[in-house]
């Protein structure tokens, strides 16, 4: 079986700080991870994806994230955030053609 | 740009009510997928398909039925509404299965049992 966790479930910060959002995952092979963003009455929207290679994998407007495979995670991370940057983030793990999402994390950018 | 489009929006109906959601995707994808979307659970797979006339079950199937009968429309249906339904629901589409496309959501269809 296959599972991803979502630890925090509201997250804040400042405009201009650094952002971690975390994501844990339970799959007994080498896992395929996205990241989604959900922007309010919006439908997701892909971040970024890792499949292989490069542990740290970059994405659109400027996140990125680590996998971790001793550490089962793969968060995801930001050096300065912006406030438009406030969302509903999802941390994904594809088996086989079905995608299975966390439970997501709401990101509040403070002024 | 791919496109996917879901139809009512917003849908209100009584307990033993009968709903059909619909999905249209312009993208010539494959795939195509149904979700909902409740707070604390994430997105839950109800059901999907890999192609005109094939169905899968995901992980919370029960009370839903779905068809999809073109490449381009995949349809979500549920015969006896009941307030657990209540829930925003997602289709998606993608073109080469999950371990190396991506999905593409449509804007969500907002249902409410009464």
């Known amino acids: 079986a296959q599972s991803v966790t979502q630890p925090d479930a509201r997250v804040t910060v400042s405009e201009g700080a650094s952002l971690q959002l975390r994501c844990k995952y339970s799959?007994?092979?080498?896992?395929?991870l996205f990241w989604y963003v959900q922007y309010p009455r919006q439908g997701l929207q892909l971040l970024l994806k890792?499949?292989?290679?490069?542990?740290v994998v970059q994405g659109v407007n400027s996140f990125e994230a680590e996998f971790s495979k001793s550490n089962s995670s793969f968060h995801l991370q930001k050096a300065s955030v912006h406030w438009s940057d406030s969302a509903v983030y999802f941390c994904a793990l594809g088996n086989y053609n079905v995608l299975y999402f966390g439970s997501g994390t709401k990101l509040t950018v403070e002024p | 740009e791919a496109a996917v489009t879901q139809s009512p929006r917003n849908k209100v109906t009584v307990t033993g009510g009968n709903v059909t959601l619909s999905c249209r995707q312009t993208n010539s994808h494959n795939y195509m997928y149904w979700y909902r979307q409740d707070t604390g659970h994430g997105l839950r797979l109800i059901h999907y398909?890999?192609?005109?006339?094939?169905?899968q079950i995901g992980d919370v199937p029960d009370g839903y039925k779905a068809t999809r009968t073109t490449q381009e429309d995949f349809f979500l249906l549920l015969e006896l509404a009941s307030p657990s339904q209540t829930s925003l629901y997602f289709c998606a589409s993608s073109g080469a299965g999950l371990n190396t496309g991506q999905l593409y959501f449509g804007e969500g269809s907002k249902l409410t049992v009464l």
């Open positions: 398909s890999y192609g005109a006339g094939n169905l």
């Open positions: 799959y007994s092979a080498t896992p395929y």
């Open positions: 890792y499949y292989s290679g490069d542990p």
